[in-house]
């Protein structure tokens, strides 16, 4: 057993989400829990995990292709595919196997499909299909991001409707979860996300080259430095202040920070790819500008949502979620932000944040309790790369 299985077997061995399963029982006999296999290729982690409909996780099984990218300076899709097609039998076997359970006892295969790299998202469907066809099961294709959002519900008691922040690699969304599959976006990034962003300042700042943190993800890179950092050093402006919408921007932002490393380099007198002293200053600077935008553009959809009677003032919830969401510098400005505002704030475990199989299998687990999505055909079946919105 991996130590990730081991930490989240210990942590939700007891099945936080048993306040769902209210359909298991009938005519006061116990019902079997339904079990789900949930696999994830959609970009740079394979990912596969069994969880029940009590939403205790059984096993699960990662592994993770960062170390590879960070080398390269960015994902390749082929390489990434190659990782995916090298990786999936045993990483799915071995989540089989901890959880103990034989494909023929699942109730159903779930798998992300869409949105994604094209070539990843293919290595994990055609693997699945093959199990769907080998063992007569049904088909249950996951949205990677409604995933992201739903997975709140595995570790917390939650109620539709909520606002959801998604904050990842790929993308970045504010919208209103009403149901399993129903979602009012509010508004979304209209350039770049934030992990991208992220991810790329690291880039230009070689982190990967710094003792301290040269195998993390970038962002995960630029949190690390920017503990130890002063923000004060520099300021970047906070990106669309006059946009009366709940829209993101990350682009003009990463040009802001380049800049600064530039005119950094030059005054050190130091080549691109070479690590400047005031590296944790630029790194804490351009999180907090990341964390004031992205607080500013929430408090916006709060507002919204109340004038609008889309949730009540009563028990309003903000659930964030996503690769980034595991930055506790960002989840700190949440939290004063739904603070302020009596608004309850969820987030998961930042291991459940960052993609993983655990998140696929249970929004298996939840559309198959509310029979959305379970295919029991697959002919035609296809993955979608692009995001066509929630
Ligand atoms: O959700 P995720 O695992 O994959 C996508 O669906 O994109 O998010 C990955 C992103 C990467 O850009 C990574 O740099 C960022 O999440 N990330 C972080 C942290 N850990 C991962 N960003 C900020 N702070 C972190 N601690
Ligand atoms: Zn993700």
Not at 92 to 103: D, N
Not at 160 to 173: A, N
Not at 175 to 204: E, H, T, W, Y
Not at 371 to 381: A, K, S
Request: charged share 20%; proline share 3%.
């Amino acid at each position: 057993m991996n130590s990730i299985t081991k930490s989240l077997l210990k942590s939700i061995k007891h099945g936080q989400a048993a306040w769902l399963r209210s359909s298991s029982t009938h005519s006061g006999k116990q019902c079997l829990p339904k079990l789900v296999l949930g696999i994830e290729t959609s970009c740079d982690d394979t990912g596969a995990a069994v969880v029940d409909d009590a939403g205790n996780i059984l096993g699960e099984a990662l592994h993770c292709q960062k170390e590879v990218h960070l080398k390269t300076g960015g994902i390749i899709p082929l390489v990434a595919q190659q990782l995916h097609r090298e990786n999936i039998e045993q990483i799915v076997k071995e989540a089989l196997s901890i959880s103990g359970v034989s494909v023929n006892e699942l109730a159903a295969i779930a798998t992300t499909v869409k949105p994604g790299l094209a070539l990843s998202l293919g290595v994990g469907l055609e693997y699945s299909l093959k199990l769907v066809n080998k063992y007569k099961k049904p088909f249950i294709p996951i949205h990677h991001m409604e995933a992201h959002a739903l997975t709140i519900r595995l570790t917390n008691q939650v109620e539709f409707p909520f606002l959801v922040l998604l904050l990842s690699g790929g993308h970045c969304i504010l919208a209103v979860a009403q149901g399993v599959s129903d979602f009012l976006l509010l508004g979304q990034s209209i350039d770049i996300a934030p992990g991208d962003m992220l991810d790329k300042v690291a880039r230009r700042l070689s982190l990967s080259k710094h003792p301290e943190c040269h195998s993390m993800a970038g962002g995960k890179a630029i949190e690390h430095l920017a503990q130890t950092g002063n923000r004060q050093h520099y300021t970047f402006r906070v990106p669309m202040q006059h946009y009366r919408n709940c829209d993101f921007s990350f682009s003009g932002l990463q040009n802001l920070v380049n800049k600064v490393i530039i005119q950094k380099e030059k005054e050190e007198g130091l080549q691109k790819g070479e690590l400047l002293s005031c590296i944790k200053d630029i790194a804490a600077a351009a999180q907090h500008a990341v964390a004031v935008h992205i607080v500013k553009r929430t408090y916006r959809a709060m507002l919204f949502c109340i004038k609008h009677s889309i949730l009540s003032p009563k028990n309003a919830t903000l659930v964030v979620s996503g690769g980034v969401a595991s930055n506790q510098y960002i989840r700190k400005g949440l939290q004063i932000l739904a603070d302020a505002n009596g608004f309850a704030f969820l987030c998961p475990p930042p291991r459940l944040c960052t993609d993983n199989g655990v998140m696929i299998a249970w929004n298996g687990i939840e559309r198959l309790r509310a029979g959305l999505g379970v295919l029991h055909c697959t002919d035609g079946i296809r993955y979608e790369a692009k995001l066509y919105l929630l």
